[in-house]
Structures are given as structure tokens and as C-alpha cells.
């Protein structure tokens, strides 16, 4: 999909720098009526940045619900798949920052943020919820004539699903400076052969082999607080309004190939055979037993991938590769996990004749804690805004866990219809988003006073 913002009214988006995210944000304190910056930015929040007429106060905080709906309705058009399923690849957008300048903007502002990207045949909400409803959230402060003290940005990462070159949340990790990233990504190609340098160029990005200009300095950013649906059932179950992120767990992905002798599905008798799909098979029951023997429902894996070769219903598999994500807000916990699928792998390599030919942890991600201040400044909010709310964690990861490298950070879950996500039935009500803005908003209030 090439670029298409010029036809959306709501989206025109800016080619704000070279990088995944800009390091030039608008100072809105200093106005140019001509300026195509500030334009967008109107036309992109449906609001203008000076507006004369503000609530005096935070006690009643207004949310555009309608239009808020209608820029997430118009964002999913943007897709390759038809509705309502979203399809939305890397290097298909543009990336964004926007800044509110605070009273005193030499002080490490607040951020929040999220991604726009989606995995084929997904929803609407995965991550949009997040950038529109920031935007939203900001307009809701500025109609209550709220001055923070810290200026609050609006960040839209890059590429927060791995879908095009296999690398998921690829903007914030390089924002929390990842080098083995940035070197790795000189030599990564897509699934047609095109490079990460020729796509990113493609969609309008110059001298993107500078990737470590993007790097941020711990504490450039004294908060970064992410919105996001829950991707899971349990808010709704109980039905309450918000969930507070304690903690983030993260993936460890596992890459294992086996190596059989193949052969005629009816001529070589089964004590004879060295099957490399049944080793695949095998491994793939032991990563359950050992999640379950874990002892914790926060452990989890699954074997995502399964693929045998030649592929043949009356051949025996002579190869088998399969990719494995293990999960846990405990990486010493998770890392357990991984050393007995190890040795599961090489125990049933030998008993079945086969040759472990790849065991490759491709990453190891720790997983990441909300900060304390962030999570009681939402939870006071929730309190003042008398919403519901629980504590909870993370079971999926997002581009918090790699922001927490670089800055204190912490999210708010809304509630989406039967914990859906990833696929076109992915839903969440005006009203559920709307308090999860509201809470956005004064949190970010919170710390912006900090």
C-alpha cells in the first residue's frame, strides 16, 4: 500500500524527519497562522491549537467521542484487506510527534503514544486506540485550560508488530537504543527480498541508514504512559472500566530445526524410520508440559509455527522447523522454561535418531515493571473520574516494555469485547475508550506536575 494520507482528511501526516520518530516536535506556545505544521496537526485532531474558550477547570473533562469514532473508523479504511478486517504493513504510513509545550519545557517532558501498524486480517483498535486517543487526550486537557509544567508529547511508533521484516516494537527499541538492532537491520530483508533501507526510503524516509541519531538518553522523557485495549477478557468479564499495568511480560522467541532421513510413507517400516515431524510434534507437547509445570498461570508458550518438508502426505517428514514463544512477567521464571525445551529438543533428538540441527534463542526480552508514581497517578485518576478499575498485568507486549529502558513508564488497559484481538471481530465501545482518554488525560496531568 502506498501512501494515501493526501485523500485523508483526518490523517494527512507529516514527514516530520528521516527517523521512526521525529526529534523535532511544534512548539505550540509560539504560533505561525501559515504554518502547514501546525495546519495538519488541526486538521489531523480536529481541533485548533489555540482555542479561546477552555473549562476552568479538570473536574469536567470532555471527551469528542463522535469525532474521536470517526478517526478510528476512517483509519481502518486504510488497509489491504477488506473490512472489517485491518491490514496495515510497515512503511505504508508515516510516523508522528506532537508536543502541548509545557511552562517550563527545560524539563524532561511526559509522553504517550502508541502504534498504528496491523498484522494481516486484524481489528481497528490494536494501537490506534492509543495515538488518536492521545491526541484526544491532550485536546481534552487544552479545552479544560489545563498548563502543565512539562510539555507532553504524542509518540506514534514504527513498527510496533514484526509482520514485514520479523522484528516486533522495531521503533521504541531503537529509541531505548538498541546498536545490535540497528546493525542487525543493515541486512534485513522482507519476505520479497526488499531491504529495511529500500522500504523505509520507499515510504519517504532519507538518510535512514542513520539509525543511532534516534537513540534516547535515559530520562530523556520523565514519564511515557501508553493507552491500549486489553487483548484480553478479563475487564470485560468483570466489567470494570480500566485496568492499571503493573507489569509487562515479555516473549522469548525460539527458533529449532530437526533432521530426519525421510522416505516412502509406505515403504519404510515404522522402527526404521527417523521422522523429523514427529520430533517437531514431540517438542511441541514438551513446550506445554514444561509452561504447565511452571507452576504459574503468568507462564505461557505456544508453538507458532510448524512446518515439515517435503510437505508431502505420503512422504516422512526429513525436516521440520518450528518457532516457539514463551512468555512471563518472571524472566528468571521464563528463562527456566527455555532451557528445559532445550533439553526436551536434545533428548528427543537422540531417541528418535534425528539431528537437532538449530536451537536459536532469537530474543530474550526481560520483561519490564510500571513505575509506582505512573501507576498511582492513574489510579488516583480513576478514583477522581469514579471509574472502576483493577490492577493487572500484560500478558501481550508493547512498546512500553522497550520505553521502560529509557524512561519510567506504565499503561492503561480499556476493555474489549471477549478479549479479542488480532482478528476483525477486535472491538471496544466509544464509551469504554472514551473513560480510558479521560484517564489518560489526567494522568498525564498528574505527571506533567511532577
Partial sequence: MKIMAMRFSIYTLLVLSVYFISNCPVNLAHRNEDDPTIKTMEEFSG????????????????????????????????????????TR???????????????????????????????????????????????????????????????????????????????????????????????????????QNVSFFDAAKSAGYMNVEKLSTVFLVKGSYSAFVELHIEQGPILEEEATSIGIVTAIAAPASIKVDF???????????MPKRNDAGLAAAELALAVEKHVLESGSIDTVGTVGILELHPGAINSIPSKSHLEI?????????????????????????????????????????????????????AESASQELKLTYKKMISRAYHDSLFMGRVSPMGMIFIPCYKGYSHKPEEFATIDHIADGVKVLALTLAKLSLS
Fill in 47 to 86: 481541533y485548533p491549537i489555540h482555542e479561546s474558550h477552555f473549562l476552568n477547570s479538570l473536574s469536567s473533562l470532555s471527551v469528542d467521542a463522535e469525532t474521536l469514532q470517526k478517526q478510528i473508523d476512517e483509519l481502518s479504511s486504510f488497509s489491504d484487506s477488506p473490512a472489517p478486517s485491518v
Fill in 89 to 191: 504493513i510497515l512503511y505504508s504510513e508515516k510516523d508522528v510527534l506532537s508536543r502541548r509545550t509545557g511552562s517550563e519545557p527545560e524539563l524532561a517532558p511526559v509522553s504517550t503514544g502508541s502504534h498504528t501498524d496491523a498484522i494481516p486480517y486484524s481489528g481497528k483498535y490494536d494501537g490506534v486506540v492509543g495515538v488518536l486517543g492521545a491526541i484526544e487526550a491532550i485536546n481534552v486537557l487544552k479545552r479544560s485550560s489545563f498548563k502543565p509544567k512539562r510539555s507532553l508529547d504524542v509518540i506514534m511508533f514504527t513498527s510496533e508488530e514484526p509482520t514485514r521484516f520479523g522484528i516486533g516494537c522495531l521503533g521504541s527499541r531503537l529509541l531505548a537504543r538498541s546498536k545490535e538492532l540497528a546493525q542487525q537491520l543493515e541486512k534485513t530483508v522482507d519476505g
Fill in 259 to 269: 533432521e530426519g532421513t525421510g522416505g516412502h510413507a509406505g515403504a519404510v517400516l
Fill in 325 to 377: 514463544d514463551t512468555r512471563d512477567i518472571d524472566e528468571e521464571r521464563r528463562n527456566s522454561v527455555i532451557d528445559k525445551i532445550y533439553e526436551s529438543a536434545l533428548n528427543i533428538s537422540k531417541r528418535r535418531g534425528v539431528k537437532l540441527s538449530e536451537y536459536k534463542i532469537v530474543n530474550q526480552d526481560p520483561p519490564a515493571l510500571s513505575d509506582e508514581l505512573i501507576i498511582k497517578a
